[in-house]
């Protein structure tokens, strides 16, 4: 009796042995596939493979989400495709670019964002989520910036206070200045903003502005108004819409009893070139003497 108790139990232990043998070969390998693409364990894209199609206005911020679902210990990257140009943004939480403008903004539990702000012509093309599996798993979205063109006119309550020299307009001292910007743009009204500027000054006082928006593009006309022009108006007058890419001048001289052949004879003060606010856009402001 005795020796068949130990016989059965050493048949036990034998069978308990081999089954958590198999268990344990059977859990290597499904382990050893489980990042594989195509696996039940590999990572996924939450919302879908894409791609995706994201339209930006001029200027705006622009949030590309690339949620990702079991993950594990695998890596994200984000690049930028151009025509012929490919540009890494960013690994992991780390930014690779040197565009200030551009940020990796992670939102829990899964959400690996890229943010870019100040969007502008440049950022156009194709985005690339990818996560580093073999091969590599990959969400694209492409982005489609909406570029407003921007033209601008000037006009006089006089014409006999007017005078154009190629780009340049002369107005006496004492007339109505009057400056009109155009901006037009794809789409509906997006809440695109006019600036305005003389060489490094803000102007804010003396502007109207009109919008009107139908199914295809939306158009806002800003006129700047100044009554009773000194030689103080004198400059370089600049609308902007979001960035230097979506902007237009012109060059403004007031008269005080002079012809505007004698502004180019050297009467007039040394032309010098100046950074003009924030936008880092270069222009030529025209000092005339006093």
């Known amino acids: ?29 499904e382990n050893h596939h489980q990042h594989e693409v195509g696996s039940k364990w590999s990572p996924a894209f939450e ?11 001029f200027g705006s911020t622009v949030q590309l989400d690339c949620k990702i679902q079991l993950l594990y210990d695998k890596t994200v990257t984000w690049v930028h495709r151009k025509a012929d140009d490919i540009q890494l943004l960013t690994v992991g939480r780390q930014v690779h670019s040197s565009d200030q403008r551009i940020s ?25 989520c990818q996560v580093a599996t073999h091969p590599p798993t990959t969400k694209k979205t492409y982005l489609k910036v909406d570029v407003p063109t921007v033209r601008m006119s000037v006009a006089s309550s006089s ?42 000054q803000t102007i804010s006082a003396g502007i109207t502005e009109k919008t009107t928006s139908d199914s295809s593009c939306t158009t806002i006309v800003s006129t700047l108004k100044i009554k009773h022009v000194q030689k103080k108006h004198s400059g370089n007058y600049t609308c902007l819409v ?12 007031i008269l005080n009893g002079e012809q505007p052949a004698a502004v180019h004879d050297g009467n007039s003060g040394p032309l010098v070139c100046c950074v003009a606010g924030w936008w880092l856009l270069t222009l030529c402001c025209l000092v005339l003497s006093s």
């Open 242 to 253: 979001g960035s230097p890419s979506a902007s237009a001048a012109v060059t403004i001289h």
């Open 47 to 57: 919302d879908g493979p894409g791609p995706d199609n994201v339209t930006a206005r």
């Open 104 to 128: 990796l903004s992670f939102r829990y539990p899964n959400n690996w964002r890229l943010q870019i702000v100040y969007i502008n012509d440049r950022d156009d093309g194709v985005y690339e």
């Open 159 to 200: 014409t006999s206070d007017l005078t154009r020299g190629g780009n340049d307009f002369y107005y006496k001292t004492g007339s109505t200045l009057e400056i009109v910007c155009k901006v037009v743009h794809e789409g509906t009204n997006n809440g695109s903003k006019v600036s305005w500027y003389r060489g490094r």
């Open 1 to 29: 009796m005795n020796t068949f108790l130990i016989l059965l139990q050493e048949g036990t232990e034998n069978i308990s042995t081999t089954q958590t043998s198999a268990i344990d070969a059977n859990f290597v390998e």
